[in-house]
């Protein structure tokens, strides 16, 4: 692997944090602010956050297998 292909899979893995961490936020924000009004949410939101931790698990392995 090239170091500009090393570089582009770092790139991937943080922006994959960064939206799995942009989920976790949310789900924070209706815990705190809104759950007995919001509940009827949390499905959607948890399962959008166990697909883009997905999403980085994956990424970070192929980054941790190229290193």
């Known amino acids: 692997m090239t ?3 090393l ?3 770092k790139k991937e893995v ?3 944090k960064r939206i799995a961490t942009e989920w976790a936020s949310q ?3 209706l815990v705190e602010d809104r759950m007995l009004i919001d509940y009827a949410k949390l499905p959607e ?3 959008g956050a166990v697909a883009a931790c997905t ?3 994956e990424a ?3 980054l941790d297998a190229a290193s």
């Open 60 to 62: 970070k392995a192929r």
């Open 55 to 57: 999403e980085y698990a």
């Open 45 to 47: 939101l948890a399962a």
């Open 3 to 5: 170091d500009e292909e």
């Open 27 to 29: 789900i924070h924000d």
């Open 7 to 9: 570089k582009e899979l």
């Open 14 to 16: 943080s922006t994959k």
